[in-house]
């Protein structure tokens, strides 16, 4: 699997947006962006998947840059509850047969201040 | 909202003996997982299991790991000889067939051994 880079830890203030970054400069042309996230105590949760375009979902935004080697999580508006672990993971979906591992790093620890 | 549910919460068990970790995956999911977090940690792959059979399983999942659907709702992860070193949590996720790169994992059992 592709490798990716994110900063270790974050903070942001409630209310505020947050533009959590990871970078993938050896990203395949087949590897999709995911972004899961891990709430304090609970299992990983996904958050949202793309390939070239940005993406939108009720949870957050994920921006793409054009070359593909960096995106860009997106949350709009921070809320105490967005406090987690983030992780970028690259998948490749042209992968057809057998189930699919998430190959997890160290994510970012995203602190969001009231 | 389906969700994956894992039993029991807290299993404590003493070294070298067996244990159980049990997982009720979203009951049209075809794919299953099982993950561990040692604390502190990255969350590790051990194995995946479809149509009956394992997919993969990574180096952490040895002669001592072994994995069944026993019936048509659960799912188990068996450790036959437990070691101080197992103590961690363990994830169990699901995913449907034609989507595999999301998995929506359980909150955990958080395994201590004594």
């Known amino acids: 699997d592709a490798k990716t880079t994110q900063p270790n830890s974050m903070e942001s203030n409630e209310e505020e947006p947050v533009h959590l970054p990871c970078n993938h400069s050896?990203?395949?042309?087949?590897?999709?962006i995911h972004w899961y996230r891990q709430l304090p105590s609970q299992g990983p949760e996904y958050v949202i998947h793309?390939?070239?375009s940005n993406v939108n979902n009720r949870m957050a935004s994920l921006a793409i840059a054009e070359d593909r080697k960096s995106s860009t999580l997106i949350l709009h508006r921070a809320t105490l509850r967005d406090a987690a672990v983030y992780y970028c993971?690259?998948?490749?979906?042209?992968?057809?047969?057998?189930?699919?591992?998430?190959?997890f790093g160290q994510g970012t620890r995203l602190t969001i201040n009231p | 909202e389906p969700e994956v549910t894992q039993t029991p919460s807290h299993q404590v068990t003493q070294m070298g003996q067996e244990v159980i970790l049990r997982c009720v995956p979203i009951?049209?999911?075809?794919?299953f997982y099982w993950y561990r977090q040692i604390l502190g940690q990255k969350v590790e792959f051990l194995v995946s299991f479809y149509n009956n059979e394992i997919s993969e399983k990574s180096e952490i999942f040895d002669d001592q790991f072994s994995v069944e659907r026993p019936d048509g709702s659960n799912f188990t992860l068996k450790i036959r000889s437990t070691k101080l070193e197992d103590s961690a949590m363990y994830f169990c996720a699901s995913s449907l067939l034609e989507a595999k790169n999301i998995q929506y994992f359980g909150a955990g059992t958080r395994l201590s051994v004594l």
């Open positions: 993971i690259l998948r490749d979906l042209s992968l057809i047969q057998g189930a699919q591992k998430l190959v």
């Open positions: 050896t990203i395949s042309g087949t590897d999709y």
């Open positions: 009951s049209n999911h075809l794919y």
């Open positions: 793309g390939l070239t």
